[in-house]
């Protein structure tokens, strides 16, 4: 039951993470990467924050492990969060929900390195049949990889990556300070991290320009993405192994697509119906491995 309840917490997860790459797409153009970044880390910082002292009181994470936190913040935000949203504004938010998808192959490689997470036959068959299965939503709807959008594509790739090692190098933490507190502590180092652009930008930024729409975008990344989307992630993290949180990223384009059907009027196909059947029961069998 414990289980079910954390699938079910992870799926929400991933509704709010396919909304990211839907809200981002549409503010980037607006806002740059390095003020973006910052306004939602500052105010992912201050909620958190909140949070911690409402429940448990100080933050209280021993000095001997401030640099492992630091690098969750540089690898989660600074890396994660600045490249995703620079590389979107010249790339495609289809692209970057593909690129997304690639998180579980990277998690189980890393996790076998770092974690000594037994890579299984099983294991490998569902993610990429997953994998395989969220590339037919996706190249279904156009996918387009040209030199044009090369350079964001990159991007984003990175950050992918930055996401991984956040995801692999996150579970000792966690084991030690729980989801909240080192999501909370990670977060106030990925604000540090990024201050030296975001602070620089900000300042010249023309905050009047910014109409509700925007700032209802930068409340969507700060609160539903920085902070209950990332909680819920290394609180799952923290109940089962990493290679089979990480699959979920799979159903990430799924919601992207249903949301677009619903916001942007897009329209239901076969291949989006197959590819998301796909993607599910690859889902479980990674599971079950």
């Known amino acids: 039951m414990k289980r079910l309840n954390v699938y079910a917490l992870l799926i929400f997860q991933q509704l709010i993470a396919g909304g990211t790459h839907i809200v981002a797409k549409a503010v980037v153009a607006d806002i740059d990467a390095a003020t973006l970044t910052f306004l939602r880390t500052i105010i992912a910082s201050v909620g958190l924050y909140a949070i ?13 492990d401030w640099k492992r936190i630091a690098i969750l913040g540089f690898v989660g935000v600074a890396l994660n969060q600045y490249l995703y949203l620079y590389g979107l504004r010249y ?9 997304y998808a690639a998180t579980p192959v990277l998690v189980l490689v890393f996790s ?16 990429l049949m997953a994998f395989a299965g969220i590339a037919i ?51 106030f180092c990925g604000a540090a991290f990024i ?21 209802g975008a930068v409340l969507y990344l700060s609160v539903g993405t920085s902070i209950i989307g990332y909680f819920l992630w ?45 993607t599910i029961s690859a889902i479980y069998v990674t599971q079950v491995a």
């Open 195 to 215: 201050a030296p652009l975001g602070v620089g930008s900000s300042l010249r930024f023309p905050f009047g320009d910014l109409t509700a729409m925007h700032w």
């Open 137 to 187: 939503v996706i190249f279904e709807r156009g996918i387009d990889f040209s030199s044009g959008y090369a350079y964001g594509n990159l991007l984003i790739l990175i950050a992918v990556i930055g996401w991984t090692l956040f995801t692999v190098l996150g579970k000792k933490m966690l084991v030690k300070y729980g989801s909240l507190r080192t999501t909370t502590a990670m977060m």
């Open 91 to 99: 790339s495609t938010a289809a692209n970057g929900a593909l690129l």
């Open 112 to 127: 076998n390195i770092v974690l000594k997470e037994r890579i299984t036959p099983k294991k490998t068959f569902g993610i």
């Open 234 to 278: 290394y609180h799952a993290l923290s109940r089962i192994e990493a290679s089979k949180v990480a699959v979920f990223a799979n159903i990430q384009p799924v919601f992207a697509t249903i949301l677009s059907l619903i916001f942007l009027d897009y329209s239901m196909t076969p291949a989006f119906v197959v590819g998301s059947t796909i």
């Open 52 to 64: 911690v002292r409402l429940r448990s009181g100080p933050l209280e994470i021993e000095a001997a």
